[in-house]
């Protein structure tokens, strides 16, 4: 039923800076667990960040401090700045929601590539 769209992946520099955009067909609230992942191939997805219901958000070690989750719910759309990206940061990036209730949905991924 609900379909989340990404996009804002690709190549950059390391040091540089890319913005993620997740778009859902339903609309989005502070009840709405939302999320992102990231996946490297042979590796399982592991979480980079995410705002549960309570609304704060949370973020993997080894994005603290450079990456920043934030969700607009007037778009209906999440987003993830990710700045002084690293060479170890390539990687596909999924987008998650959980509705109250449990029911989880999955963007489709969008590739972002860290080189020089």
């Known amino acids: 039923q609900v379909q989340l769209v990404e996009s804002g992946g690709g190549l950059v520099q390391p040091g540089g800076s890319l913005r993620l955009s997740c778009a859902a067909s339903?609309?989005?609230?502070?009840?709405?667990?939302m999320a992102w992942f990231r996946q490297t191939p042979g590796n399982q997805r592991e979480l980079a960040a995410a705002i549960p219901s309570s609304g704060t958000p949370i973020y993997a070690d080894s994005v603290k401090g450079r990456f920043t989750m934030s969700r607009d719910d007037a778009k209906n759309t999440v987003y993830l700045q990710m700045n002084s990206l690293k060479p170890e940061d390539t990687a596909v990036y999924y987008c998650r929601m959980i509705r109250p209730g449990g029911d989880t949905y999955w963007g489709q991924g969008t590739q972002v590539t860290v080189s020089s």
């Open positions: 339903t609309s989005i609230s502070t009840f709405v667990h």
